[in-house]
T-cell receptor, first 112, second 112 residues
Framework: LAKTTQPISMDSYEGQEVNITCSHNNIATNDYITWYQQFPSQGPRFIIQGYKTKVTNEVASLFIPADRKSSTLSLPRVSLSDTAVYYCLVGDRRRGNTPLVFGKGTRLSVIA | DVKVTQSSRYLVKRTGEKVFLECVQDMDHENMFWYRQDPGLGLRLIYFSYDVKMKEKGDIPEGYSVSREKKERFSLILESASTNQTSMYLC???????????FGEGSRLTVL
């Protein structure tokens, strides 16, 4: 499984756009990229998933460059309620026998 | 909405006790997972199951066992609890092996 590297923590002010980058240098051709969000005292929840270029939903955008060795989760105009830990996971849809591995994530703190 | 229910939010047990952590999902998912989460270590996979009566070891199975007698229920068992098993335990289910994970709220276990 491809190993991912994320910053341990980030701070942001309310209303700003936050970009969290995940490095996955040894991503394989069939790997896809998934991000989860975890609030304190709760289990993680799925945010967004992509394979290449850009994916956008009501919560976030995911930018994946052509070489796919990194990806960036973009949260527009964060609020205090976006304070959470964000996990980047990389896995192969075809190799469904092995569950995705969670790393240590990025702790985002949004400040008023 | 998918509902993953963990039987206890908080438990306090003594060293050597047998501990059962129960997890039930209501969406007929075939795939279920147990993770533990510790500060600075992220989520680590203990066991998973892709079908009734089927189980696979994750990254840290030592000291744990599981039971999957019914599709909707996946139990984590600590045969003889130890203090180093004090942790937050998270159960998840998924409709596909590589699909989105739906987590419960977690069970915080303290072993004295």
């Amino acid at each position: 499984l491809a190993k991912t590297t994320q910053p341990i923590s980030m701070d942001s002010y309310e209303g700003q756009e936050v970009n969290i980058t995940c490095s996955h240098n040894n991503i394989a051709t069939n790997d896809y990229i998934t991000w989860y969000q975890q609030f304190p005292s709760q289990g993680p929840r799925f945010i967004i998933q992509g394979y290449k270029t850009k994916v956008t939903n009501e919560v976030a955008s995911l930018f994946i460059p052509a070489d796919r060795k990194s990806s960036t989760l973009s949260l527009p105009r964060v609020s205090l309620s976006d304070t959470a830990v964000y996990y980047c996971l990389v896995g192969d849809r075809r190799r469904g026998n092995t569950p995705l591995v969670f790393g240590k994530g990025t702790r985002l703190s949004v400040i008023a | 909405d998918v509902k993953v229910t963990q039987s206890s939010r908080y438990l306090v047990k003594r060293t050597g006790e047998k501990v059962f952590l129960e997890c039930v999902q209501d969406m007929d998912h075939e795939n279920m997972f147990w993770y533990r989460q510790d500060p600075g270590l992220g989520l680590r996979l203990i066991y998973f199951s892709y079908d009734v009566k089927m189980k696979e070891k994750g990254d840290i199975p030592e000291g744990y066992s599981v039971s999957r007698e019914k599709k909707e229920r996946f139990s984590l068992i600590l045969e003889s609890a130890s203090t180093n098993q004090t942790s937050m335990y998270l159960c998840a289910s998924s409709p596909r092996r590589d699909g989105e994970l739906f987590f419960g709220e977690g069970s915080r276990l303290t072993v004295l």
